[in-house]
């Protein structure tokens, strides 16, 4: 894998320790897209065939199956190939070679699966980068796999999320990060009540 391309994610698999996937930001044409190793990252084949995605912000997997995958994306355009992508959020259930778009967003960056829930999924919404054509919506839940959404947005001052991380002790807390504004850490009983930290 050409080290000049900008890594936005790494997967180990917990069964197998020479599997990873890897993803790489950018665009199609420069070889950004997910790729795959089976021998410990001696040798790296990209998984994606088509180039249904850029600008890939973040990379999760289900728990306890490494075939389910999910990808951030920022809606991107390529004035080099006069091409736009979608942003939202992708999901892989045969390891990373086709990919269903789940949540049509302009900017996720941000993705997490409960480890109690592999149903349960969390992406961090982000404005446009000049703020002033598409706003943030806080942080997003589907319990359904990806199929509906519901804002988890209670006690938030800030709708700006580039980070998220469920504890493994405890997959009701969630931690948010923002862009440089606090972390929040969310208790979930119905929904999550979020306070800073």
Do not use: C
């Amino acid at each position: 894998v050409d080290a000049v391309r900008s890594p936005r994610g790494l997967l180990l698999d917990p069964v197998d320790p020479a599997h990873m996937i890897l993803a790489l930001g950018g665009t199609p044409d420069n070889g950004a897209g997910i790729y795959g190793t089976r021998d410990g990252g001696a040798t790296w084949r990209r998984l994606n065939d088509e180039p249904t995605f850029a600008s890939i912000t973040s990379l999760a997997a289900a728990p306890g199956d490494f075939a389910t995958l999910y990808l951030g994306v920022r809606a991107h355009y390529d004035h080099a190939t006069q091409r736009g992508y979608p942003g939202g959020l992708f999901k892989s259930t045969d390891g990373g070679r086709a990919w269903q778009h789940v949540l049509d967003y302009h900017f996720v960056d941000a993705v997490a699966v409960s480890p109690a829930d592999p149903q349960v999924i969390y992406v961090g919404t982000n404005d446009h980068p000049y703020h002033d054509e598409y706003a943030a919506s806080g942080i997003l839940k589907s319990t359904d796999g990806g199929l509906t959404w519901q804002r988890e947005n209670a006690g938030l001052s800030i709708l700006n999320f580039t980070s998220l991380s469920i504890s493994p002790h405890d997959a009701s807390v969630i931690y948010a990060g923002t862009t440089g504004n606090s972390v929040y850490i969310g208790k979930n009983r119905d929904s999550h009540l979020f306070s800073p930290l």
